[in-house]
């Protein structure tokens, strides 16, 4: 065996020594100080992208199911899941009643599901909305798509999670069972923490 081999197996099994001691020590580097709780997702919940730190979310509008105008901030010390979604889009309609099961799982008065429709034609959309019979969730809207742009929410469906203090906590893109298990422990966790 040639010096330079034996140089490379050295290195080779010190690099290997330090990966299994970091891993075994973990994040933190073994200095018992205590970690912040952050939620662990699972299941499709891995989907779903944490902010670090976290965005003051946009001050935006949308409108009820009678055209009524509602101002975002109206539900600060709650902590919001915005669901973007259209007739249209399947994946959407599919995770919707997942997201009623969620908001009668939850039921908290520091919680809020806010299904946001972009159908343009929103007569239609209350119509169809009205045939489904998701009797937990409450139709929303923005006709006008000045909340979806403001939220850069591109793809749909896009479901934004907000803290009490008007933070943009994580996103996930792509459609979710939002009751799942994994889902309901991530938004307990998140409920769980101070603001």
């Known amino acids: ?30 200095n018992g100080a205590p970690q912040q709780a ?5 299941g499709d919940m891995v989907k779903f992208v944490a902010n670090d730190p976290r965005p003051t979310v946009p001050d935006v509008s949308f409108q009820d199911a009678n055209g009524q105008k509602i101002d975002l901030k109206a539900y600060r010390d709650k902590v919001v899941l915005i669901n973007f979604w259209a007739t249209w889009c399947a994946p959407c309609v599919k995770e919707l009643p997942s997201l009623a099961r969620l908001d009668n799982a939850i ?3 520091d919680f809020a599901v806010l299904a946001v429709n ?24 923005d006709p006008s798509l000045k909340m979806q742009q403001a939220f850069e929410a591109n793809a749909l469906p896009t479901t934004v ?8 906590i994580g996103r996930l893109l792509g459609e979710a ?15 769980a923490q101070t603001p």
Request: net charge negative.
């Open 1 to 30: 065996m040639t010096e330079n081999t034996q140089r490379s197996l050295i290195i080779a099994a010190l690099v290997l020594v330090a990966v299994a001691v970091l891993y075994v020590i973990g994040p933190g580097g073994g």
């Open 38 to 42: 952050s939620p662990s997702p699972g």
């Open 107 to 109: 039921d908290r008065d």
């Open 118 to 141: 972009l159908d343009r034609n929103q007569v239609k959309a209350k119509e169809w909305f009205a045939v489904q019979k998701i009797p937990e969730l409450t139709f929303y809207a």
């Open 161 to 168: 999670l907000i803290d009490r203090a008007g933070r943009e």
């Open 177 to 191: 069972e939002w009751d799942a298990r994994d889902a309901r422990e991530m938004i307990g966790e998140l409920l």
